[in-house]
């Protein structure tokens, strides 16, 4: 792990570097950023923390390929368009006070080297080259470390006895309470991600319950969750302990049982003396107990 701080132009930042290759520059237009060897595909999570220097202050969060810019690139002050479909962010905040802010990236394909931006938009004096205080920055595939007096929980999703493939993006919902109170609701997979995080939340007790959804020609027959390393349990609704900069998780696992689907009309043509009575599946194979159909005594 490599930590570098400097300062320079409108940026006091403090980097910290974990899991990630590239450099550090500044350029004179009140910007700072880093490029990074990624893998398509991949999410990134990024997350910092931000105040005002002198009053409010206002930055943006911009992430993208390099190949199609130029060297001379500048997205600050008066060149900032927020319409950009590479900003990711644009934060405000007081003086006083620093504010935790995090978000996804999901890598395009083709992208194996990302740049992330940290760009001065508006400073509470008019001057760009003195304003908007950065620190505990971070960005890399594993989630960051939740801030002081907040954590973080992970929900991730797994199913059994049907290929994930076969599942169309969000399939699955949670519902995450605090209390009575619905906080969010996320969706799984998202891009082919199955997992799904909360990030600076407020310790205590949460209860996540998953909305399942059967799936075409699949019956669902259990779920199942595991908090942390505790003991699997089944159903649909978990509590759990999220506590000050830690991270939390639960896994929720579906079991799926095939339906044999017998197109219609096909029934008394090609099965005419016998019934299918059961189906069940060992080691990824379909058996189908059949019995003969009696036939009916003469009245």
Known sequence: MLDQSFSAHNFEVI???????GHIDITMMSQAYQDVLTEPGTVLHWGLEHA???????????????KSMSSDWNPAGSGFDQS??????????KTGKWTYHYGDYTVPAGQYVTRFYFVAVAAANGNLSNGNLLDNISFGKDLPNPPAKTGNLIIT???EGIAASQIPDESFTFQIKRGEEVIEEVQIPQNGQWSASLQAVEPGEYTVTEIAQEQNNYRLEHTFYLVGQESQAEGMTARIDVTKEQTATVTYTNQYQPLMVVPTG?????FPTILMETAGIAGGAVFLFLRRKRKEKDS
Not at 52 to 66: C, E, H, L, P, Q
Not at 266 to 270: D, F, I, L, Q, S
């Open 15 to 21: 980097f910290t570097m974990e899991n990630r290759k």
């Open 52 to 66: 005002g220097r002198w009053g409010t202050d206002t930055m943006a969060v911009i992430i993208s390929d390099t």
């Open 84 to 93: 950009n479909p590479d900003v990711q962010a644009v934060l405000s905040d």
């Open 157 to 159: 999703k797994q199913v």
């Open 266 to 270: 096909v029934e008394n043509r090609m």
